[in-house]
């Protein structure tokens, strides 16, 4: 049952992946910072299936392996790239467009994808 859940899970990052590439054609006016509710919703996906792949991980099923890394980000390797380790004008930056931008989504969903954000951003 967690392989199906798993496959139906992958399906749907696939979808909103396909449809977030399509759609960056189009210009945006905040072409660095996640302004579309799909990019919202492709972060959801990808933290339950990493979710999905941790329980299934955890359930030692013989002959399982992840098919996904298992953080997106490795917080012992230190990595100082602009991705990993943004200054904080831009930490900043981002939850304020967040905030802006993805303020009337679920507040669940907005909570689970920006919680960490927040917590750099006011800190």
Known sequence: MMLKL????L???????KYLIKRKRCPS??????TH??????C?????????EQQTANMDIPQYERFLITRYRDDEAKCQCRQCAPAAEVI?????YAAIC????????FERVFAELRRLATT
Do not use: G
């Open 6 to 9: 798993i496959a139906a899970q």
């Open 37 to 42: 509710p799909w990019d919202v919703e492709l």
């Open 44 to 52: 959801d996906a990808l933290d339950t299936l990493a979710d999905l």
């Open 29 to 34: 006016p905040f072409p660095h910072v996640t």
């Open 92 to 96: 900043w930056e981002l939850w304020d």
């Open 102 to 109: 993805h303020k009337l989504r679920p507040p669940a969903l």
């Open 11 to 17: 399906d749907e990052a696939l979808r909103l992946w």
